[in-house]
Each structure stands twice: as structure tokens, then as C-alpha cells.
Nanobody, 118 residues
Framework: QVQLVESGGGLVQAGGSLRLSCAAS????????MGWFRQAPGKEREFVAG????????YYAGSVKGRFTISRDNAKNTVHLQMNSLKPEDTAVYYCAADHDIMAPGYWGQGTQVTVSS
């Protein structure tokens, strides 16, 4: 059973940066695509960024492209989301996810809160 634990959330002012991390255990990490999703209050969970099992391909939602960068370290079973130029509309609970198809993930972390103040 794959377990995912996020860290790195917090409160930041608009224009600032945060780096989220996700540590995976209980499975063969390098077999899975990894990704980040977010859910703001009153809204549905949405895709933010994804990365292939090798790290060779990355995918981003249009709203974060150019500001966020996803990366992974298969030797350390971790995936990161570097978030720059943060906006108040980026405020949400961010979830790490894993599966062979990252757009339909079966494994989720518990989430970490990101709050961007204006």
C-alpha cells in the first residue's frame, strides 16, 4: 500500500514562494507517475502539476504554468512542487497523488494547507 505524506505548506504573502514536498513509502516509487492537486474552499479538487515516472515529462495546469515547477527524486522517493510568484487564488489544500495515470490517481496524501495573503 503506497503512503504519501506532504510537507511544506504554510502562510506566505502574495509574490512569495513555497516548496512542497511529498515522501512516498510502501511501494515501488519509480513505477508511478506523481502529481499535485489542490482544493480551495467551496471548489472541486483540481489538477496542478504532474511528472512521469522517469521525471522526463512534466505537465501543468494553465493557471500555474511558468510559476510552479514539479520535480522528483526516485532515489529518495520524494516529489517536490516549487511554487513561485504565489497569488491569493493559489490558496488551497494541496494534495500529493500517485498512480500509473496521474489524471486518475488511486493514492493520495492527507493534504497540506497553503495560504497566500494579499
Amino acid at each position: 500500500q503506497v503512503q504519501l505524506v506532504e510537507s511544506g505548506g504554510g502562510l506566505v504573502q502574495a509574490g512569495g514562494s513555497l516548496r512542497l514536498s511529498c515522501a512516498a513509502s510502501g511501494g515501488t516509487f519509480s513505477n508511478f507517475a506523481m502529481g499535485w492537486f489542490r482544493q480551495a474552499p467551496g471548489k472541486e479538487r483540481e489538477f496542478v502539476a504532474g511528472i512521469s515516472w522517469s521525471g522526463g515529462s512534466t505537465y501543468y495546469a494553465g493557471s500555474v504554468k511558468g510559476r510552479f515547477t514539479i520535480s522528483r527524486d526516485n532515489a529518495k522517493n520524494t516529489v517536490h512542487l516549487q511554487m513561485n510568484s504565489l497569488k491569493p487564488e493559489d490558496t488551497a489544500v494541496y494534495y500529493c497523488a500517485a498512480d500509473h495515470d496521474i489524471m486518475a490517481p488511486g493514492y493520495w496524501g492527507q493534504g497540506t494547507q497553503v495560504t497566500v495573503s494579499s
